[in-house]
């Protein structure tokens, strides 16, 4: 299982981890904490994690993910300490038909300093809410110095993003760069794929999307592909060079 540890700050601006909290330096540990914060047996998802070390997913399943079950959102922080994810494929339960990624739910969570390298997600079937750190972000969540590569394709899925499927709430993200091939229906964004909900502000500086979506419905864009109208967005040194394509409402950023 993974290891605990409790890291005290040394007056220099580190951080303080909480007792309780893991480090996760290989496939087996990862598992082990994904099934620990499910749907079935919740004991780990208001916790902190940290990478330990970069990990390479080659020829592992990820049995499931953090926060499998519509009943349960991730509460805590994870920190990839510059680390990376490696050849992650269709993270979770295979019967799962909604919210599919790393965490399938996060509320109120820190997620930064990661890299996710030659991701593929590839499903069928109409999963909807699809991105590669989250299907779900409810509440308010910070997304900071984040590289994801590699590819997000199911066919028939609304709400589906190179980082998040879908936002409920205000978002905070900073130094996101992504370079994915996606494919989906509608909602389908290089970022972000659906922004719903009054007052789900977004919050974007130093952001760059690239890559190529290929959609078959309404609502494709660069960095997001549908946005509430009753919701801002805060964008600073953002730039997209994906070729998108779809039906309706097209367009480089949104």
Same mark, same amino acid.
């Given at each position: 299982?993974?290891?605990?540890y409790?890291?005290?700050?040394?007056?220099?601006?580190?951080?303080?981890?909480?007792p309780?909290?893991?480090?996760?330096?290989?496939?087996?540990?990862w598992?082990d904490?994904?099934?620990?914060?499910?749907?079935?047996?919740?004991?780990?998802?208001?916790?902190?994690?940290?990478?330990?070390?970069?990990?390479?997913?080659?020829?592992?399943?990820?049995?499931?993910?953090?926060?499998?079950?519509?009943?349960?959102?991730?509460?805590?922080?994870?920190?990839?300490?510059?680390?990376?994810?490696?050849?992650?494929?269709?993270?979770?339960?295979?019967?799962?038909?909604?919210?599919?990624?790393?965490?399938?739910?996060?509320?109120?969570?820190?997620?930064?300093?990661?890299?996710?390298?030659n991701?593929?997600?590839?499903?069928?079937?109409?999963?909807?809410?699809?991105?590669?750190?989250?299907?779900?972000?409810?509440?308010?969540?910070?997304?900071?110095?984040?590289?994801?590569?590699?590819?997000?394709?199911?066919?028939?899925?609304?709400?589906?993003?190179?980082?998040?499927?879908?936002?409920?709430?205000?978002? #905070?993200?900073? %130094?996101?760069?992504?370079?994915?091939?996606?494919? $989906?229906? !509608? +909602? =389908? @964004? &290089? /970022? *972000?794929?659906?922004?719903?909900?009054?007052?789900?502000?977004?919050?974007?500086?130093?952001?760059?999307?690239?890559?190529?979506?290929?959609?078959?419905?309404?609502?494709?864009?660069?960095?997001?592909?549908?946005?509430?109208?009753?919701?801002?967005? #805060?964008?600073? %040194?953002?730039?997209s060079?994906?070729?998108v394509? $779809?039906? !309706? +409402? =097209? @367009? &480089? /950023? *949104?």
């Amino acid at each position: 299982t993974a290891t605990t540890y409790n890291e005290i700050p040394s007056g220099d601006g580190s951080r303080l981890y909480l007792p309780n909290s893991f480090i996760i330096c290989t496939p087996t540990q990862w598992n082990d904490i994904a099934t620990n914060c499910n749907g079935a047996t919740v004991t780990t998802c208001d916790k902190s994690f940290k990478l330990g070390a970069s990990i390479d997913f080659n020829a592992v399943t990820i049995t499931n993910t953090i926060a499998e079950g519509t009943a349960v959102n991730f509460t805590g922080n994870f920190y990839g300490e510059n680390h990376a994810m490696l050849n992650i494929v269709n993270p979770g339960a295979s019967n799962l038909t909604a919210y599919r990624g790393l965490f399938n739910q996060v509320e109120f969570s820190t997620i930064d300093n990661l890299f996710l390298i030659n991701i593929n997600y590839n499903y069928t079937g109409g999963h909807d809410f699809i991105g590669a750190i989250a299907g779900k972000a409810f509440e308010s969540n910070d997304f900071t110095n984040i590289v994801i590569s590699g590819s997000i394709s199911s066919i028939g899925s609304d709400s589906v993003g190179g980082l998040v499927g879908v936002i409920e709430g205000e978002t #905070y993200l900073t %130094n996101v760069t992504t370079n994915l091939n996606i494919s $989906g229906n !509608n +909602n =389908v @964004g &290089g /970022i *972000i794929g659906n922004v719903i909900s009054y007052n789900s502000d977004q919050y974007l500086d130093n952001i760059t999307s690239a890559g190529i979506i290929t959609a078959t419905g309404s609502h494709i864009g660069g960095v997001y592909g549908y946005f509430d109208e009753t919701s801002w967005g #805060y964008y600073r %040194n953002s730039v997209s060079s994906v070729s998108v394509s $779809g039906v !309706n +409402n =097209v @367009g &480089g /950023i *949104i």
